[in-house]
């Protein structure tokens, strides 16, 4: 079964020769062909193989936010519906040159926001655990698409939680490096003080060995910096006398099911030798709020580019302003419209201090708090998610969908490396563990959570149904 196989029991199966790359990369692409129409993982089934590295032959799906040189990168919106890309995203080409296959593009919520993929405009994708649920987002389809075996790893996009909380759903990995570590070089941007490109794999070797591949600087992404990192190198070294916090905020309101898999977890833990106290971090009631200012803002100015004229679709009109009316107003959807109308308002000249300052004043305390604690503390732990994947069609509200961040979001604001990684079960459903370090301590936080997969024991893929 090479579908339940992890990116490294793929390449130890070719080295030994006992299967060669095109066959594995064959083999992946059937999968998808029979898996795919259940599950719609895929926006597009494309075809871009790679140089001659480590990863030849490991086919892989990109989220529909970045560039492939030749094929559509459509961000799931009708703006960019047949948009094809000029150039590869630097952390894709890493990948090809490294080997690997990219053989489809991911759907995702429009733009990369929200948290389902029902704010995709083409369709939504399905749990592969439960066919009536979403598989989270809005890297949605990059994290079915691993959890169905129709690939053994996929890029998505984390900018409030978009790489864990569909991992979280899925029952696989999700880890979101440090900001600055990945080059976003090649990734459409929503809110550019917070997106990162990660990887979704099946588990935490596989997250670290492409982590290894994709980092590093770029003179096309300034905030990448240069930091000599090896993921693996350490990562199953034992945390004994390690100390892990738990805010109170990620615990309130849990339902006891969540609250019970969470109590193993911390046992598994406590029985490494590790420490795990009860911290609290006050402001971090304030993220979801914040997180609502900060990145529609963000957002308004970087989709300003749709305008009609530079990119994608395109109505004629008697004016610039009518072109630019008509394009935005048949291209973008709801969800979109809602967040650049918020941002823009937040930014207008009146609202100014009193919403995008006074943002910016909370996030630097909440990054504040956060720092202390990684002053006595390796890392902060808890659910990734308050409960498991909801059914298609279940919230109504935005704020139901904004909510879902609620544990996620304090990581992008502060730049932090975080990870999601199978914690359990309630109800017959996946839930997350996430692990959050302090910048740049992407190689602790992977030994972490490392240890506590061997701990825990091999999480169940889905049945898929074919
Ligand atoms: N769900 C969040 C939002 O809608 C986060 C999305 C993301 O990380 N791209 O903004």
Redesign the pocket.
């Known amino acids: 079964m090479l579908s339940k196989l992890s990116v490294e029991e793929l390449i130890e199966q070719i080295k030994l020769n006992k299967i060669s790359a095109e066959e594995v990369t064959n083999h992946f692409v059937e999968k998808t062909a029979l898996v795919d129409p259940k599950i719609k993982s895929c926006i597009s089934t494309v075809f871009v193989k790679g140089g001659d590295g480590i990863l030849k032959g490991i086919p892989f799906m990109v989220k529909d936010n970045m560039e492939v040189t030749g094929t559509k990168t459509t961000c799931a919106s009708k703006i960019l519906e047949n948009y094809v890309s000029p150039y590869t995203a630097m952390a894709v080409q890493k990948l090809l040159d490294a080997g690997g296959v990219v053989i489809a593009k991911t759907n995702?919520?429009e733009f990369?926001?929200?948290?389902s993929t029902e704010?995709s405009n083409f369709f939504t994708t399905k749990n592969p655990w439960d066919l009536q649920r979403v598989p989270g987002?809005?890297?949605g389809g990059s994290a079915s698409a691993v959890a169905s075996g129709m690939v053994p790893f996929a890029l998505g996009?984390?900018?409030?939680?978009?790489?864990r909380?569909p991992a979280s759903f899925c029952g696989i990995v999700g880890y979101k490096p440090t900001y600055g570590l990945v080059s976003r070089y090649g990734l459409v941007a929503?809110?550019s003080s917070?997106?990162q490109i990660g990887p979704l794999t099946k588990n935490v070797r596989d997250a670290a060995l492409i982590g290894n591949i994709i980092m590093g600087k770029d003179q096309k992404d300034s905030t990448t910096v240069e930091k000599q990192m090896n993921l693996l190198k350490e990562i199953e070294d034992p945390i004994e006398g390690f100390k892990l916090a738990i805010p109170k905020e990620f615990t309130k309101g849990l339902s006891d099911s969540v609250k019970n898999v969470l109590n193993d977890a911390i046992d598994n833990f406590k029985k490494m030798g590790v420490k795990v106290d009860e911290v609290s971090i006050p402001s971090l009631k304030y993220a979801v709020a914040v997180?609502?200012i900060i990145?529609p803002a963000e957002a308004s100015s970087n989709l300003s580019r749709y305008d009609g004229i530079r990119y994608g679709l395109s109505f004629d009109g008697e004016s610039v302003d009518d072109i630019y009316t008509k394009t935005k107003d048949e291209g973008f959807g709801r969800?979109v419209k809602r967040?650049i109308m918020l941002g823009t308002f937040t930014l207008s000249a009146t609202y100014y201090d009193a919403y995008f300052d006074k943002a910016q004043k909370v996030r630097a305390k909440i990054v504040h708090e956060i720092k202390q604690v990684f002053n006595s503390y390796d890392a902060i732990i808890g659910p990734t998610t308050p409960s498991v994947a909801f059914k298609i069609g279940q919230l109504s509200s935005p704020l139901e969908?904004?909510l879902?961040?609620i544990y996620?979001?304090p990581a992008?604001l502060a730049g932090l490396p975080a990870i999601s990684l199978p914690m359990g079960k309630v109800d017959g459903l996946p839930i997350g563990l996430q692990i959050m370090a302090s910048r740049f301590e992407d190689e602790k936080l992977l030994r972490i959570g490392r240890n506590y997969e061997i701990s825990r024991g091999k999480f169940p893929l889905p049945e898929v149904i074919l």
């Open positions: 995702m919520d990369a926001m929200g948290a704010y987002g809005s890297s996009s984390d900018t409030g939680g978009s790489i909380q929503f809110a917070l997106d997180y609502y990145a969800e967040r969908y904004y879902q961040d996620t979001i992008n």
